[in-house]
Nanobody, 127 residues
Framework: QVQLVESGGGLVQAGGSLRLSCTAS????????MGWFRQGPGKEREFVAS????????AYADSVKDRFTISRDNPKNTIYLQMNTLNPEDMAVYYC????????????????????WGQGTQVTVSS
């Protein structure tokens, strides 16, 4: 089992940038496919980005492609989400998620696939 803790959220002006971090503990981090999801006010939780165990493969939601970048540092048990050119539609609670059942070079956009979740970090974008 793995415990996930997100950090790096906050208030940013439209057009600005933030970098989120998610640090894992309790298990072999490199055995997990990792993902970022978000849930905006009054909305369902949605996929943002995913990265394979080694970091070689990535996937993004169309709404964030070319603006957000997911990465991971396995020795540090951490994944990151670099978010650029933020707009008010990006305002949400961002959640980190982990799954150990997927293959080594696999990513997943499915919320139901992920076994473990963090508590979330709030991102607020002012216009």
């Amino acid at each position: 089992q793995v415990q996930l803790v997100e950090s790096g959220g906050g208030l940013v002006q439209a057009g600005g940038s933030l970098r989120l971090s998610c640090t894992a503990s309790g298990s072999t981090f490199s055995s997990y496919t990792m993902g970022w999801f978000r849930q905006g006010p009054g909305k369902e939780r949605e996929f943002v980005a995913s990265v394979s165990r080694s970091g070689s493969y990535e996937a993004y939601a169309d709404s964030v492609k070319d603006r957000f970048t997911i990465s991971r540092d396995n020795p540090k048990n951490t994944i990151y989400l670099q978010m650029n050119t933020l707009n008010p539609e990006d305002m949400a609670v961002y959640y980190c998620a982990a799954d150990r059942r997927l293959g080594p070079d696999t990513v997943s956009t499915s919320l139901k696939q992920y076994e473990f979740w963090g508590q979330g970090t709030q991102v607020t974008v002012s216009s």
